[in-house]
């Protein structure tokens, strides 16, 4: 009967041993692959880095124009916009006088 229980206890030895093994080898590949995945990452990340940073700049330089107008007193404000209608309307009557059929034979005239 000692022989039975020696043969069972080798059985059993070698049986966790090959499991322990096989194990020990999935978590090397897995921790393997992580490892290079990090490294991809790692190589991938700088190339798109530049993109990203022209998109955040130009998300906070929206962000201060919404802070401002938000901050900005009403009064200040609607006379800002209306000085900006003004100005430009005034840009649009010097190109319209400078470029109209009547001012061209005005000038050729005078």
């Known amino acids: ?7 069972i206890f080798s059985f059993i030895t070698v049986a966790l041993v090959i499991t322990g093994l096989t ?3 999935v978590v090397a590949k897995v921790l393997n692959h992580k490892k290079e995945m990090r490294e991809f990452e790692r190589l991938a990340a700088p190339r798109a880095a530049p993109q990203a940073d022209d998109r955040t700049d130009l998300i906070e330089a929206r962000l201060q124009v919404l802070e401002r107008i938000a901050t900005d007193p009403t009064q200040n404000l ?17 190109q319209q006088n ?3 059929p009547e001012t061209a034979r005005d000038k050729e005239l005078g």
């Open 23 to 25: 194990v020990n080898g």
């Open 78 to 94: 609607a006379d800002e916009i209306e000085s900006l209608r003004l100005s430009s309307s005034e840009h649009l009557r010097e």
């Open 1 to 7: 009967m000692d022989n039975d229980l020696l043969l």
């Open 98 to 100: 400078n470029t109209s």
